[in-house]
C-alpha cells in the first residue's frame, strides 16, 4: 500500500491533483490506516497514468470518468472506445482550424502595423474595436 504522497510520485503528479481526482470521483476513496491516513494500492498509479494521458489526448474530466467506466466494464466493445475517439479527434480538428484562422488574423494584422507609428493609430487596436 501507498501513502497519498508515494503513489502521486510514482504517477509523476503532486499530491494535490491526486487529492483532485478523488474529489472529482476518478479514483476510489482509499481505505485509511488506523492513524488515518488514506493507504493506495499500486493500482491507482496506472489509473492516474491513465487519466494524465486522456488530459494529453484532449479528453475532460467527464469524458474520462466515462472512459475509466468503460475500462472497468470488460463487456464493453471496443467500437465504443473508439466513437469517443473519434468525436474528441474531431473537435481537435476543428479546434485546429479555429486556431488557424486566429493565426491567419493576427498574422495580417501584424503585418498591417506599422512598428514606431505610436498608439494614436494602430491598425491592431483598430481591428479589435471593429464589430466585424
Request: hydrophobic share 35%; glycine share 4%; net charge positive.
Given at each position: 500500500?501507498?501513502?497519498?504522497?508515494?503513489?502521486?510520485?510514482?504517477a509523476?503528479?503532486?499530491?494535490?491533483?491526486?487529492?483532485?481526482?478523488?474529489?472529482?470521483?476518478?479514483?476510489?476513496?482509499?481505505?485509511?490506516?488506523?492513524?488515518?491516513?488514506?493507504?493506495?494500492?499500486?493500482?491507482?498509479?496506472?489509473?492516474?497514468?491513465?487519466?494524465?494521458?486522456?488530459?494529453?489526448?484532449?479528453?475532460?474530466?467527464?469524458?474520462?470518468?466515462?472512459?475509466?467506466?468503460?475500462r472497468?466494464?470488460?463487456?464493453?466493445?471496443?467500437?465504443?472506445?473508439r466513437?469517443?475517439?473519434?468525436?474528441?479527434?474531431?473537435?481537435?480538428?476543428?479546434?485546429?482550424?479555429?486556431?488557424?484562422?486566429?493565426?491567419?488574423?493576427?498574422?495580417?494584422?501584424?503585418?498591417?502595423?506599422?512598428?514606431?507609428?505610436?498608439?494614436?493609430?494602430?491598425?491592431?487596436?483598430?481591428?479589435?474595436?471593429?464589430e466585424?
Amino acid at each position: 500500500m501507498l501513502t497519498t504522497s508515494q503513489a502521486a510520485s510514482r504517477a509523476g503528479v503532486n499530491p494535490q491533483t491526486l487529492r483532485y481526482y478523488l474529489k472529482r470521483g476518478l479514483l476510489a476513496p482509499p481505505p485509511r490506516s488506523t492513524s488515518g491516513y488514506r493507504r493506495y494500492s499500486p493500482e491507482v498509479v496506472r489509473r492516474i497514468r491513465f487519466i494524465r494521458r486522456s488530459q494529453q489526448l484532449g479528453f475532460t474530466l467527464q469524458e474520462i470518468k466515462q472512459l475509466l467506466e468503460l475500462r472497468a466494464n470488460p463487456e464493453v466493445p471496443c467500437d465504443d472506445v473508439r466513437r469517443r475517439a473519434m468525436e474528441k479527434l474531431a473537435d481537435v480538428e476543428q479546434r485546429i482550424l479555429s486556431l488557424r484562422k486566429i493565426r491567419s488574423s493576427l498574422r495580417e494584422l501584424v503585418e498591417r502595423c506599422r512598428a514606431g507609428s505610436g498608439p494614436a493609430y494602430c491598425p491592431i487596436l483598430e481591428s479589435l474595436e471593429d464589430e466585424t
